[in-house]
């Protein structure tokens, strides 16, 4: 796998020598550039390729907030700071993680693999684009999900529930037909304006309702080719 470049903007020294330290205990991790100035950082992070950015959010010349919404091309964004209350301009920057200070070891660890991961789910082949999970943007965090485990998804207006097996649904800011384009045809079918269903947790069809373990959703006339296909191998 190829070295992830990445920097670290934070106006306290000690912090980057922190974080640095964390960083290099990562062989997949390259540590290119630590900044105390944002400003200085800024201008780095769009001259140059950063694959992974650690920025701590309150910095007295521009926040990190400020300077990740000013990038264009945004790399994979890990907040740092001493408080809680910036959560929701997290969520607007699809941040990848946030992490409090004083900065925990295990909890940056767990931050850096969720990073790594999400670099490989961004950058493979086309042909191994739909892998075996799915990233949303929910509860302010990137969360991962297994597509085995999702049962099916259902369009609540600008939102989508993920219905995922054996734990609570998963709630997320995306169009029904953004998040179809991301899983893999052969295992979800749309079925109806309001419901994707994966195909292998389909129990039966009747009278235009297909039957899940513990759901029975609609099929809607436009997607009846469908229906007929599935009856036609079972």
């Known amino acids: 796998m190829t070295k992830l470049k990445c920097i670290a903007i934070d106006d306290e020294p000690l912090a980057l020598k922190l974080i640095a330290r964390y960083v290099h205990q990562f062989p ?3 540590l290119v550039q630590t900044f105390e100035d944002a400003l200085s950082g800024a201008e780095y992070l769009k001259q140059g390729t950063t694959d992974l ?4 959010i309150n910095m007295p010349d521009i926040t990190g907030i400020e300077l990740v919404r000013s990038l264009e091309k945004k790399p994979i964004i890990i907040f740092i700071t001493a408080y809680k209350n910036f ?4 969520f607007e920057l699809e941040a990848l993680d946030y992490l409090l200070k004083p900065i925990d070891a295990r909890r940056f660890a767990k931050a850096v693999e969720k990073a790594i991961d999400y670099y490989k789910y961004k950058n493979v082949s086309p042909e191994g684009k739909h892998a075996n999970s799915l990233y949303v943007y929910s509860e302010y965090r990137m969360v991962k999900i297994n597509l085995d485990d999702i049962e099916y998804i259902e369009s609540m207006q600008d939102y989508i529930k993920i219905h995922v097996r054996n734990a609570k649904t ?6 029904l037909k953004k998040v179809l ?4 045809a052969n295992k979800f079918q749309r079925i109806h304006r ?13 009278n235009r309702k297909v039957q899940l373990a ?3 959703l609609p099929v809607s006339e436009s ?6 296909k599935w009856m036609k191998f079972k």
């Open 28 to 30: 997949e991790l390259q």
């Open 53 to 56: 950015l650690f920025i701590d």
């Open 87 to 90: 959560a929701f301009e997290g």
């Open 170 to 175: 998963i709630l997320t800011l995306m169009p």
């Open 181 to 184: 384009e991301k899983l893999p």
């Open 194 to 206: 309001s419901f994707i269903v994966a195909v292998d947790k389909i129990n039966s069809i009747h």
């Open 214 to 216: 513990d759901a029975e």
């Open 223 to 228: 997607y009846m080719d469908f229906v007929r």
